[in-house]
């Protein structure tokens, strides 16, 4: 049996984590945990439910990307853009707290 969840943060919008502090903008939604066994138990510390959205995370002033729990982000209310390489790729707007994607033919 699933679950059906809704997500609380959409594509765009930027957080920040609540223990280890970074700053970043969403690039991604998963509905449900969507990595491996090893991956959960090697990098989560507070052990978040599998069964609520995670996010792809681009993170600020790193260059890098973080794969995170809802339970572990809130908003940034500070209005400042993410300095990250791939923002440019992603996003054409920035306005108050949210990057507006990039539009993709599939």
Request: glycine share 6%; aromatic share 12%.
């Amino acid at each position: 049996m699933s679950i059906l969840t809704t997500a609380g943060f959409n594509i765009g919008d930027v957080i920040i984590h609540r223990n280890q502090k970074f700053r970043g903008v969403i690039v991604d939604v998963d509905a449900d945990f969507q990595g491996s066994d090893d991956w959960y138990d090697q990098y989560t510390t507070n052990q978040p439910s599998k069964d609520a959205p995670w996010y792809h995370i681009l993170v600020d002033e790193e260059g890098s990307m973080a794969y995170v729990s809802e339970q572990n982000i809130y908003t940034d209310s500070s209005n400042m853009e993410v300095e990250h390489p791939m923002v440019d790729d992603i996003f054409e707007d920035y306005e108050a707290g949210h990057y507006m994607p990039r539009q993709t033919i599939n």
